[in-house]
């Protein structure tokens, strides 16, 4: 049983389950250019672009799409392309869903008797992300400059460098000049990282390895869920196996550095708030994310145009701006109250706390639950997949159960940090830290704000 799940652990798709990635390799002769174009896509575009008749005919339909949206000349004028071969295959991928990929194989005739600029552009696709890499190379003429490689570090969407896929290449134009002769092939690939200096430098690049083996932990657990779901026969054992772990990388999910917005709703629930809060938080965060995923899943498999990746965009921002409000409205509150205070309206602080709590407890309900809101809003592209993968096998019902079961995680996640910090709540400050006290409620605002500072200019830059 396990090497049928290793082996569908293995095609979980490296540049994510959104991606769609492009190559181009060019080949210039003495009398003409051939582009060898590929275009490797992952389990949700695959997913929506699903062809329409024959592999063969729908090959040959995408090629001549590609082959429309090249814009290259040579000296200056226009070349003129004609598809020599198209082919399309699928692969399999993660949940029992399949990639895809297409091949093109262009010509454009070409004389090369004088030194030529040749400039190129890939317009195909343009507004999907992934890899995006260009190559140039001369077979009977000398390539005297060039803005792309000779050769194709990810071996031509084979094999993509693993210290790459976290910023891919994103080339799409290529600059270069030809002329008579034989030598030169191009530029070399420069992959290579600056070095880390200092301690911060070092600090860094130790919780990037933590962050990066706790990446790889739960990377394996959620290739193990995809060969679970896309199993051949699923029994009670296996589902239940699949549905623990579904908890376990929802748990992981909401701990993880890249979703501090759910954390920061579990402090705000257990360091002012009642259990009920906590517990509120847990349930709020829970139900949004599931809605969204399911919701999210249905506008996939309806449309094909429906751009997936850019929802989830544009629902970074909009969970990024709720925070930084909450954290500007916590923010002016706290300085009002401290205003108050250092006006003498401290006389009488025992009743007029008292009161003010209870009217403001409302409001600080209704933050928290803004918080809890913007921390489910933004679905898992992994139990997107997951879902996807069991709609494609008839298994329905169970998809949605692993989708809740990833949600309870992210819930339990929560209200484990709120009690735990309810806990530290309740401890006495030692020495110096006992003065940081009056200041807690513009600390915590504050860090609010920034989470929702950073958490919205890196939705806003993904989309760009």
């Known amino acids: 049983m396990l090497a049928p799940l290793l082996a569908a652990a293995l095609a979980a798709h490296p540049l994510g389950d959104f991606s769609v990635n492009h190559y181009d390799g060019l080949t210039i002769h003495p009398d003409r250019i051939e582009h060898l174009a590929i275009v490797d896509s992952a389990e949700i575009p695959t997913l929506q672009q699903e062809p329409v008749g024959s592999a063969a005919g729908h090959a040959r339909r995408a090629c001549a799409s590609l082959r429309d949206a090249i814009r290259a000349q040579a000296g200056g004028r226009p070349l003129t392309w004609d598809v020599a071969d198209a ?49 140039a190379k001369g077979h009977g003429v000398r390539l005297g400059a060039s803005s792309v490689p000779a050769h194709s570090v990810s ?24 002329e008579p002769g034989d030598g030169g092939t191009g530029a070399r690939a420069s992959t290579t990282a600056t070095g880390i200096e200092g301690i911060g430098g070092i600090a860094g690049a130790l919780a990037d390895r933590l962050v990066s083996a706790v990446t790889r932990w739960t990377g394996t657990l959620a290739d193990r869920l995809n060969a679970l779901i896309g199993a051949d026969r699923l029994t009670v054992p296996l589902g239940l196996l699949a ?19 759910t954390i920061m709703a579990a402090y705000l629930a ?17 139900g949004t994310h599931t809605a969204g995923v399911l919701v999210l899943g249905a506008l996939v498999t309806v449309t094909a145009s429906f751009a997936g990746e850019a929802v989830l965009g544009w629902l970074g921002v909009v969970s990024g701006l709720i925070i930084f409000a909450i954290g500007a409205a916590l923010l ?11 006006d003498g309206h401290g006389h009488g602080h025992g009743h007029g706390h008292g009161h003010g709590h209870g009217h403001g407890h409302g409001r600080w309900s209704g933050g928290v639950a803004a918080l809890a809101v913007a921390g489910g809003l933004v679905p898992s592209p992994s139990a997107l997949v997951v879902l996807l993968g069991a709609m494609a096998l008839g298994r329905t019902v169970f998809g949605v159960m692993t989708v809740v079961c990833y949600g309870l995680g992210m819930a339990l996640t929560l209200l484990l940090a709120a009690l735990v910090l309810r806990r530290l709540g309740d401890l006495a ?27 919205t200019l890196r939705a806003v830059t993904s989309l760009a």
Do not use: N
């Open 155 to 178: 071996r031509e969407l084979r094999d993509y460098p693993a210290d790459l896929l976290s910023s891919p290449l994103d080339v799409r134009e290529a600059r270069i000049t030809v």
């Open 332 to 342: 002016r509150s706290a300085v009002r109250r401290r205003h108050e205070q250092g």
């Open 270 to 286: 257990g360091r002012h708030g009642r259990l009920r809060d906590a517990v509120t938080v847990a349930a709020t965060v829970t």
């Open 429 to 455: 400050l030692p020495g110096r830290l006992r003065r940081l006290r009056p200041y807690s409620a513009a600390m915590t605002a504050t860090l609010v704000l920034l989470v929702g500072t950073g958490m």
């Open 87 to 135: 082919s399309f295959a699928y692969r399999p991928g993660s949940a029992g869903l399949r990639t895809s990929r297409l091949t093109c194989r262009l010509a454009a005739p070409l004389r090369v008797d004088r030194p030529l600029t040749l400039t190129f552009a890939d317009t195909y696709l343009a507004g999907t992300i992934g890899w995006r890499e260009i190559t």
């Open 243 to 261: 549905l623990l772990l579904s908890l376990v990388l929802g748990a992981v999910h909401a701990a993880m550095p890249g979703h501090g917005k």
